[in-house]
C-alpha cells in the first residue's frame, strides 16, 4: 500500500538558518503530494502541493519539489523564522476520492 | 474560503459514555473525513464518505461509527468511550473530481476521556 516517511523530530533551528524536512514516499502509480502545517492549537492547512514529476511548490518561502527517480519531496526553507515554528506533514494521495495518506509529522522549533 | 468546523474544540467524557462529534462543512464537498492525532503516531484515518449515507472504514474504525445524513454535515460516534480514545480528532473534507483536489481541515476536537 501507499506510505510516506518522514524525518523525525523535532528539529530546532536558529532564526534565519537553512531548513530541510526529508519526505520519501511509496506508492503505486502517480500520486500527488502535499506538505500540511500545523500550528499551535490549530488544524491542519495546505502549505503547497505538486502533481506530476518535477514540479516545484511553493507559498510562503517554503518549496518542495517532486522527484520521482527518488520518489521524495523535501521541504526546504532558506531563513526561517519563529512563526514557522509548527508541525509539518508530508501527504500524498494517488487517486481523486481517495483519502490522504500522511506521514509522521515533524516538529520544528525557531529560536530566536 | 472552504471553512470546516467543528462543534467542540475541547471536551471530557467519562467511560462508557456515548460521544458525538460533529463536523460541519460549507463548501459542498462530497467527500469528508475523519481522523485522529496522537503523538508519534502522526494521523491516522478513522473512516470516510463519498457522499451522502455512504461510509468506508478507515485504518482504525474499531470503537467509532458515523453517520452522513446531509451532505454537509459528518458525525463521528464513539459508541462507548474509553481512556484509549483520548485523543485530537480532525474532520477534513475535499471536492470529488477527476482529479486529486485539496483536502480542508478543521481546527480539531481535543477529547479527553477519563
Known amino acids: 500500500g501507499n506510505s510516506v516517511t518522514q524525518m523525525e523530530g523535532p528539529v530546532t533551528l536558529s532564526e534565519e538558518a537553512f531548513l530541510t524536512i526529508n519526505c520519501t514516499y511509496t506508492?503505486?502509480?502517480?500520486?500527488?503530494l502535499f506538505w500540511y502545517v500545523q500550528y499551535p492549537g490549530e488544524g491542519l492547512q495546505l502549505l503547497l502541493k505538486?502533481?506530476?514529476?518535477?514540479d516545484k511548490g511553493s507559498n510562503k518561502g517554503f518549496e518542495a519539489t517532486y522527484r520521482k527517480e527518488t520518489t521524495s519531496f523535501h521541504l526546504e526553507k532558506g531563513s526561517v523564522q519563529v512563526s514557522d515554528s509548527a508541525v509539518y506533514f508530508c501527504?500524498?494521495?494517488?487517486?481523486?476520492?481517495?483519502?490522504?495518506?500522511f506521514g509522521k509529522g515533524t516538529r520544528l522549533s525557531v529560536i530566536a | 474560503d472552504v471553512k470546516v468546523t467543528q462543534s467542540s474544540r475541547y471536551l471530557v467524557k467519562r467511560t462508557g459514555e456515548k460521544v458525538f462529534l460533529e463536523c460541519v462543512q460549507d463548501m459542498d464537498h462530497e467527500n469528508m473525513f475523519w481522523y485522529r492525532q496522537d503523538p508519534g503516531l502522526g494521523l491516522r484515518l478513522i473512516y470516510f464518505?463519498?457522499?451522502?449515507?455512504?461510509?468506508e472504514k478507515g485504518d482504525i474504525p474499531e470503537g467509532y461509527s458515523v453517520s452522513r445524513e446531509k451532505k454537509e454535515r459528518f458525525s463521528l460516534i464513539l459508541e462507548s468511550a474509553s481512556t484509549n480514545q483520548t485523543s485530537m480528532y480532525l474532520c477534513?473534507?475535499?471536492?470529488?473530481?477527476?482529479?486529486?483536489?485539496?483536502?480542508?481541515f478543521g481546527p480539531g476536537t481535543r477529547l479527553l476521556v477519563l
Open positions: 505538486a502533481t506530476k514529476a518535477d
Open positions: 506508492a503505486t502509480g502517480y500520486p500527488s
Open positions: 464518505s463519498y457522499d451522502v449515507k455512504m461510509k
Open positions: 501527504a500524498l494521495s494517488d487517486s481523486g476520492n481517495t483519502p490522504l495518506v
Open positions: 477534513a473534507s475535499k471536492k470529488s473530481t477527476g482529479t486529486v483536489e485539496t483536502q480542508y
